[in-house]
């Protein structure tokens, strides 16, 4: 599925023109009168996609905006196009949330630019959100001795340094390191460090947060 641009501006000429521009550049498009229809339609945010709004008053609208999407749980990236604007009023706009906002008449390699942005930034962004959900279901999996396991491992102790922390042998400690490298589908050590950083599970670790990889 190609990205989807929503398009948010009262003027029909105007609105018509975005959508034609975005079309002819292969992207799909949904167009809006204001910010409430937008929200009462409840674009899904995992779909790959930005906001585009027009606004005539952007010094007063854009935080007012920006708050009524966030507020209302919409997190998508917003860019803003406006008939007036100058460098305080963009400064103002980044500050409240926005993506970027451009001053019309818009240099096409400039807007499509942000919007490619824009969007790579929100796939990326749900590439995240969707490996975190399925990171933290894996790690639930886990029974309390492989979490005890998986704790120690990334941290880099050695199968020797586990068994003598939990008061077992290092033949079980390898039959529960195997176990946890199934359910987390670590193909390796390395792997399995790697995700526990990104899920920040070794920020509090210390003085072992700077964790070595262990020997097998």
């Given at each position: 599925m190609s990205a989807l641009v929503h398009i948010v501006d009262r003027d029909a000429a105007s609105q018509a023109g975005i959508d034609h521009l975005l079309r002819a550049c292969g992207y799909q498009t949904r167009a809006y009168l204001s910010p409430d229809e937008i929200l009462s339609q409840r674009p899904d945010?995992?779909?790959?996609?930005?906001?585009v709004v027009d606004t005539a008053a952007p010094d007063e609208s854009i935080p007012d905006v920006v708050g009524l999407f966030s507020k209302a749980g919409l997190n998508l990236p917003v860019i803003f196009l406006t008939d007036r604007g100058d460098a305080r009023i963009g400064?103002?706009?980044i500050k409240a949330g926005a993506e970027d906002l451009f001053t019309k008449p818009v240099e096409r390699d400039e807007f499509l630019g942000a919007i490619d942005r824009a969007i790579t930034r929100q796939r990326l962004a749900n590439e995240q959100e969707n490996w975190v959900r399925?990171?933290?279901?894996?790690?639930?999996?886990?029974?309390?001795?492989?979490?005890?396991?998986?704790?120690?491992?990334?941290?880099?102790?050695?199968?020797?340094?586990?068994?003598?922390?939990?008061?077992?042998?290092?033949?079980?400690?390898?039959?529960?390191r195997h176990k946890v490298m199934e359910k987390m589908q670590a193909r390796?050590?390395?792997?399995?460090?790697?995700?526990?950083?990104?899920?920040?599970?070794?920020?509090?670790?210390?003085?072992?947060?700077?964790?070595?990889?262990?020997?097998?």
């Amino acid at each position: 599925m190609s990205a989807l641009v929503h398009i948010v501006d009262r003027d029909a000429a105007s609105q018509a023109g975005i959508d034609h521009l975005l079309r002819a550049c292969g992207y799909q498009t949904r167009a809006y009168l204001s910010p409430d229809e937008i929200l009462s339609q409840r674009p899904d945010s995992e779909i790959a996609s930005c906001i585009v709004v027009d606004t005539a008053a952007p010094d007063e609208s854009i935080p007012d905006v920006v708050g009524l999407f966030s507020k209302a749980g919409l997190n998508l990236p917003v860019i803003f196009l406006t008939d007036r604007g100058d460098a305080r009023i963009g400064v103002r706009a980044i500050k409240a949330g926005a993506e970027d906002l451009f001053t019309k008449p818009v240099e096409r390699d400039e807007f499509l630019g942000a919007i490619d942005r824009a969007i790579t930034r929100q796939r990326l962004a749900n590439e995240q959100e969707n490996w975190v959900r399925l990171s933290l279901a894996r790690l639930e999996r886990l029974t309390r001795r492989e979490r005890e396991v998986f704790d120690l491992v990334v941290r880099g102790k050695m199968n020797k340094q586990v068994a003598f922390a939990l008061g077992t042998t290092e033949r079980t400690i390898k039959a529960h390191r195997h176990k946890v490298m199934e359910k987390m589908q670590a193909r390796s050590v390395v792997e399995l460090v790697s995700c526990a950083e990104r899920l920040g599970l070794l920020r509090s670790a210390g003085s072992d947060s700077g964790a070595r990889v262990p020997a097998t």
